[in-house]
């Protein structure tokens, strides 16, 4: 199955649903018929479509089936250095000249230029603006470089050893210990558990140059590519320059066979207790037997895979109700069948466990598990989940000609590696609506019998914190209890018939007093009669989304410090309570098959109302927002639950030493102000009550006065004014406050360096922040992101290419206009112990090389080229016009802005960047925070 894979859960009705000739089930799924699969006489295979979301834009890959399980022993790691190497020389492009070329056309390193190696896989990802023909032909030259033109010098990979190694550094902590231990146990012996794709550090260091070159040579041959080419392209065009950049690529004389590992059985059940005093929580996976996946091609697996499908959703929704309880068995988990690596899968157990330990989780999930398995579901359960898939499909189709090139692309890369059907959503829509209405109880509730195991041979382990304060769990016991809650006696499930009704009766309808076009913007402006301003902005950039948000001054500012945390928490807290006389399971159940949700929060200064929906599902989305506001439900017990998960998870807030590190930055920067959010404590809990929370929220959310909502995306203007007449015109607006109180939080002045030494791991952290007064503009906030857009250009090329001290990292910042006008920008740089004090002083000089310079020639147009690529597909995002919206409002800007981008960005010149660099960089007034691992006991 593709497209419906790749669907979020989403919720309507049946009525979509149209007769049409039932197809046999042993048909061969087809190929979709917008793209054209075919391969050249060297075995390389190419897909390609013409695909016009985004506009002017290319999207091709090179797709090897040739990752790290394919290496030598001399070469772990290698497989993911071949892909470094890529884009550090080659035939047609010499050493860093490539990125700098695809910046100057618009492509970000890292952002929209990327790759990644897995076990099986080398894939490189390259967006083309096909504004120029130049870019286009390139484009594919660059592809045909990195199949079989990579030069490998020994200097430049010598150079790329520091760079790979920090990235292998990065990945180092609590997680990667205990994964080199759980991994040839999960694996089984498997070839999978010694051939990580980040490899191992002693072969990073020592490799000899021959042995990458041997691994491209052996592996990277066109029997064995792919060559993907979605967008803005003729497919006759395309497939001719595929011919002429791939048709010459040779296979070598006598191949290696790509074979692929196998995962053995397992034949008997083992446990593994697995602590570090550095992990953020505790954890459960009980791994049920890994077994062989197949593709389905035909009608008839098609359907088997819905069938799964639908009872992984009801599985699913039982889960989720466990964590309901007043005193939840686990912080967050569930169940289910899921993918290991290709060509393989098994059914899986997993919890975030709470301060009860591993044993009510164990109970709670295993029993439900073998509930199902024993008794099946319900039809009503079945019913909901029916709606649910098949308005997942209806969505999709109705997006057919608004589908991005990216996720057509990762379908395709998918079909050349795993074999996955590609049958096109026209197919897909139309299968599913034949056949989802057809399956039965009976074959849903086999279903999951076959796949969740009964004594099957099994994997229980459990990863958590080292502390004296947990004791570890004995494996033997882990064990007996997975065993003994299957044991159990269950009954079967009752479930409650809900209605499809979220209410009954609507609200009398308030008044629209004035209604005004803005034609530059394509909006209409409500007035209502209780003074909430409605801005509409119909658009065609999807066929079936709309979005609503809405904004207004005040939050959690209006409120004591003695109050903070009830401010903080009062919106997640009442959301988890539900609405009406619903919890958030029952909302769930009656909105099942309906595309649509609201939420609101209260931040620091401000508040806000959200909401997306289908277009059939505008009333219901602002009925739940309606009933959100003016019915928010009150249940202690749900209360309580929410409590106690954060308290589980803020219990270990603070083991990872990156977490320490961040939390000490916020607190020296602003001097420990309480209004600064850090990392939740336990006993900050002890203050958020259930009758202060409920009167904040209703406080703020009781009343619409102050409020302007905007509404984007696919909708008719005359037929949505009676709704929003209906449900938001009819709010009561009774006086409150509507703007803020400025906190008063500040950054400290001055010089002010901090050392955290906390970890194991010899990896370190630089976060450098340099804060201030600053006056707010449109054009001043382009010309600060335009100075670290073009700073970043040079700390990727000096500290990262030419020292090869960083991985990544950078620069980033904002200059706000509320509660003050502000700066903040933040160096974010990792790397080792033992190169901070280089680092600095590199990133420094590069700063103060700005100062006195300003930029490289052709820096910023790179940066500008980038920006104005990226605004053209933003300007067809209905997700984009509503934030700019939401902003302009809090800031007082005129939203008509949003058409002068352009000219904003082409006002900025290089001398903007040098006095850019000097004003907001002052190295008399910064603070600098650096993580360093624990010093060694003596």
Request: hydrophobic share 40%.
């Amino acid at each position: 199955m593709t497209f419906v894979r790749l669907v979020a859960i989403a919720l309507l009705s049946l009525s979509f649903l149209a007769p049409a000739r039932a197809a046999p089930l042993d048909e061969t799924l087809p190929v979709a018929p917008y793209v054209k699969v075919g391969k050249l006489a060297n075995g390389l295979t190419y897909y390609i479509q013409k695909n016009g979301r985004p506009e002017k834009k290319l999207e091709l890959r090179l797709v090897v089936k040739a990752g790290s399980i394919l290496e030598d022993e001399d070469q772990l790691g290698l497989a993911h250095f071949t892909e470094h190497m890529a884009f550090n020389g080659s035939t047609n492009f010499k050493r860093h000249e490539l990125v700098s070329y695809l910046q100057s056309i618009g492509i970000k390193f890292g952002a929209d230029l990327n790759a990644y190696t897995g076990f099986d896989e080398t894939v490189y990802i390259l967006p083309i603006p096909t504004d120029k023909r130049e870019n286009i032909e390139k484009g594919f030259l660059v592809l045909q470089d990195w199949a079989q033109g990579v030069q490998f010098n020994d200097a430049d990979i010598e150079s790329e050893r520091g760079i790979v190694l920090e990235e292998l550094r990065l990945g180092k902590g609590a997680n990667d210990r205990m994964n080199k231990l759980l991994l040839p146990r999960m694996f089984n012996g498997s070839r999978y558990a010694e051939r990580l794709p980040i490899g191992k550090a002693d072969v990073l260091r020592t490799f000899k140059p021959d042995a990458i070159r041997r691994f491209y040579k052996d592996w990277y041959r066109p029997d064995l590519m792919a060559v993907i080419a979605v967008g803005d392209i003729e497919p006759a065009d395309a497939e001719k320059l595929i011919q002429q950049h791939f048709g010459q690529l040779k296979n070598p004389v006598q191949p290696r066979p790509r074979i692929y590992a196998e995962i053995p059985e397992r034949t008997k059940s083992d446990v593994l207790v697995l602590r570090d005093r550095e992990a953020s929580g505790n954890m459960l996976l009980i791994r049920y037997p890994i077994v062989p996946r197949t593709e389905s091609t035909t009608l008839l697996g098609y359907r088997s895979d819905l069938i799964e499908q639908l009872s992984g959703m009801m599985l699913s929704a039982r889960m989720a109700e466990l964590t309901q309880r007043a005193d939840p068995p686990f912080i967050q988990g569930g169940s289910g069948m899921s993918k290991v690596v290709r060509g393989y899968r098994s059914f899986n157990v997993t919890a975030m466990l709470g301060k009860g330990g591993a044993t009510p989780a164990i109970n709670a999930l295993v029993q439900e598990n073998e509930r199902a398995r024993q008794f099946g579901f319900t039809a009503s359960e079945l019913e909901r989940a029916k709606r649910t898939l098949l308005r997942n499909v209806e969505r999709a189709h109705n997006e057919r000609d608004k589908s991005d090139s990216r996720m057509y692309a990762s379908e395709y890369l998918r079909n050349f590696l795993e074999g996955e059907a590609i049958p096109g959503i026209e197919n897909e829509y139309r299968y599913a609506s034949q056949l989802v209405p057809g399956i039965t109880l009976d074959e849903v509730n086999a279903a999951v019998r076959k796949a969740i195991p009964a004594e099957d041979a099994k994997l229980v382990v459990y990863m958590g914190v080292d502390s004296p304060d947990v004791p570890a769990p004995v494996p033997a016991e882990l064990l007996a209890a997975v065993d003994a809650a299957r044991k159990t006696t269950l009954t079967a499930r009752e479930d409650k018939v809900y209605g499809t009704k979220l209410m009954e009766e609507p609200p009398k309808p308030g008044k629209i007093v004035s209604e005004t076009v803005n034609q530059p913007l394509g909006t209409t402006e409500l007035l209502l009669g209780n003074g909430v301003h409605v801005v509409l902005k119909p658009t065609d950039f999807r066929n079936d989304q709309v979005l609503l948000g809405a904004v207004r001054l005040g939050g959690q500012s209006l409120f004591d410090d003695k109050d903070i945390f009830n401010a903080r928490y009062a919106s997640a807290a009442m959301a988890l309570m539900g609405t009406l006389d619903y919890s958030p399971l029952d909302l769930q159940k009656i909105l099942a098959g309906r595309s649509v949700n609201a939420a609101v929060s209260l931040s620091g200064i401000s508040e806000a109302l959200g909401g997306t929906s289908g277009s059939a599902d505008i009333e219901t989305m602002l009925q739940l927002l309606y009933a959100r506001l003016m019915h928010p439900r009150i249940d202690p017990a749900l209360f309580e639950s929410f409590l106690a998960k954060q308290r589980d998870v803020a219990r270990n807030s603070l083991a990872r030493p990156e977490a320490v590190f961040a939390d000490t930055v916020g607190a020296t920067l602003f001097n420990n102000h309480p209004r600064v959010p850090r990392a939740p404590r336990v006993d900050d809990f002890d203050k958020v009550q259930l009758d202060r929370v409920a009167d904040i929220y209703r406080q703020r959310f009781g009343s619409a006065k102050g409020w302007t909502l905007f509404l984007v995306g696919s909708f008719d203007v005359e037929k949505v004014k009676p709704l929003i007449a209906t449900y938001i015109a009819s709010l009561p607006a009774g006086d409150i406050a509507t703007t803020f109180r400025d906190p008063g939080v500040r950054p400290v002045r001055g010089v002010v360096k901090k050392e955290v030494r906390r970890g194991r791991e010899a990896k370190s952290n630089i976060s450098i922040t340099f804060a201030g007064d600053a006056a707010y503009s449109q054009q001043e906030q382009v010309r600060l992101q335009a100075m670290l857009e073009v700073l970043n250009i040079k700390l990727t090329e000096v500290l990262r290419e030419q020292m090869g001290l960083i991985y990544g990292g950078g620069s980033q910042g904002t200059l706000s206009k509320l509660p003050y006008g502000n700066y903040a920008i933040t160096l974010s740089l990792p790397c080792g112990p033992e190169n901070v004090e280089k680092v600095i002083a590199a990133a420094f000089a590069e700063i103060r090389k700005l100062q006195a310079q300003g930029p490289e020639a052709g820096d910023l147009e790179k940066v500008k080229q980038n920006w104005t690529t990226n605004h053209r597909r933003s300007m067809r995002e209905n997700g984009y016009w509503l934030n700019y919206f939401q902003g302009a409002y809090l800031n007082g800007i005129a939203p008509e802005t949003i058409l002068q981008y352009g000219e904003r960005v082409d006002a900025v010149k290089a001398a903007d960047i040098k006095d850019a660099a000097s004003r907001y960089f002052d190295f008399e007034n910064y603070v600098q925070v650096v993580l360093y691992p624990e010093a060694p006991a003596p």
